[in-house]
Every structure is written in C-alpha cells, then in structure tokens.
C-alpha cells in the first residue's frame, strides 16, 4: 500500500459535505449548528433521496480499490526477484 492510505468518503459524509456548504451561507449558525441540522436532516432523509450518495460512495469506492489494487501490483513487480542458491 502506498505511504498515505487514500479513504473514501461514505454516504453520510458526502451528503454531509454538500449539505454544510449550504448552511455555512447563514453566518448565524455556528459548526456545531450546522452539524447538528445535517445530522437531523440525513436521519429524516427518505431512502430515495440517499441513493444519489450511496451510489457516489458506491462508485468512489470501486475506484480507490482498483487504484490501490493497481498500485500494489505495479509494486510488486518492481520488487526485484529472489534468485536461489544451488
């Protein structure tokens, strides 16, 4: 794996992301507000509405782990091979 390990972002935390932009537009709530507001409204959202971010959580996810898959591989071929002693 590479030095820094690359996460992906859940559903929760992508809506989270999107949702607090429009939020931070109203300079009387404070951080705490905010994630408070976010929280109530991602535990009221219908699962209708959710599936947009659960698929860009789906789809981010699939991508990091062919990066990393790819990433591994490409390490493991530079790695130079072992030669046996007879």
Same mark, same amino acid.
């Given at each position: ?25 109203? &300079?009387? !709530? ?6 408070? !507001?976010? !929280? ?18 789906? &789809? ?17 071929? &530079? ?8």
């Amino acid at each position: 794996m590479n030095e820094k390990s690359k996460t992906y972002q859940n559903a929760f935390q992508i809506f989270k992301e999107r949702y607090s932009k429009k939020l931070k537009k109203d &300079k009387t !709530l404070s951080q705490s507000d905010i994630d408070d !507001l976010v !929280l109530q409204k991602w535990k009221f959202l219908p699962d209708d509405q959710r599936e947009p971010y659960k698929k860009r959580f789906e &789809k981010t996810k699939v991508k990091l782990t062919q990066h990393e898959e790819e990433a591994n591989n490409s390490d493991e071929e &530079k790695q130079p091979s072992k030669k046996v002693k007879q």
